[in-house]
Structure formats: structure tokens, C-alpha cells
């Protein structure tokens, strides 16, 4: 079956840094378009974090995480990870990934096909 599988989610202190990890099973990232790692804190709407296109590499960050996280893959251990540094209580969420298998037209929840259970991941002093 097609898995998603998360980890690397915690508690670090703000200003830390958490490297997130989706291990694909039942398929082959590199055959999507496109995976991206979204997040949902509490009373808030799942938002998009990060994408990649499988294709030419090209990148996505929400504004409010430019210069702190950075996405990237390994098409040989079929996983995509998602760097966070300089953590802030606002990252505070649970982080999931997932895939898409048609061009998505920006980095929204609604395009992607296949997800994750998601990571918890909490910045807190």
C-alpha cells in the first residue's frame, strides 16, 4: 500500500533546529510531481510549509519560513526531509508530508493526493 511515514518531530527549545523526515513505502517519490511538507498548529487551518517538484527541483517556502527551512530529497533512499532551524513557538504543529501526482498550481493542501500521519513538532522554552 502507499505510505508516507514521518519522523524526526520533538520538543526543542526556540532558536533549535529539527530535521524532519518522509519515507515513502508502496512507491516511488521521484514518479510524483511534486511533495510537500504542510503543518497544522492547533485551531489553525493546515497550511503549506515547503514544496519540491520532483522534476526540475525547483522550491517553495511559506513567507513566514524563508531563510529558516529548506527542503530537499534523496531519490536513492526515497525520502524527502525538511530542514527547520532558528525555531520559533510559532512553528509549533503537527507536520505532515505528502504528494502530489499532477502539476499543482502552488503549495496547497487541497492539490495533494497522498499523506502522511504527520510529526508533532513543539518550540517551547
Known amino acids: 500500500q502507499v505510505q508516507l511515514v514521518e519522523s524526526g518531530g520533538g520538543l526543542v527549545q526556540p532558536g533549535g533546529s529539527l530535521r524532519l523526515s518522509c519515507a515513502a513505502s508502496?512507491?516511488?517519490?521521484?514518479?510524483?510531481?511534486?511533495i510537500g511538507w504542510f503543518r497544522q498548529a492547533p485551531g489553525k487551518e493546515r497550511e503549506g510549509v515547503s514544496c519540491?517538484?520532483?522534476?526540475?527541483?525547483?522550491?517553495y517556502y511559506a513567507g513566514s519560513v524563508k531563510g529558516r527551512f529548506t527542503i530537499s530529497r534523496d531519490n536513492a533512499k526515497n525520502t524527502v526531509y525538511l530542514q527547520m532551524n532558528s525555531l520559533k513557538p510559532e512553528d509549533t504543529a503537527v507536520y505532515y508530508c505528502?504528494?502530489?501526482?499532477?502539476?499543482?498550481?502552488?503549495?496547497?493542501?487541497?492539490?495533494?493526493?497522498?499523506w502522511g500521519q504527520g510529526t508533532q513538532v513543539t518550540v517551547s522554552s
Open positions: 505528502a504528494a502530489v501526482n499532477s502539476p499543482p498550481a502552488m503549495c496547497a493542501s487541497y492539490e495533494y493526493d497522498y
Open positions: 508502496g512507491f516511488t517519490l521521484v514518479y510524483y510531481h511534486a
Open positions: 519540491i517538484s520532483s522534476n526540475d527541483g525547483n522550491t
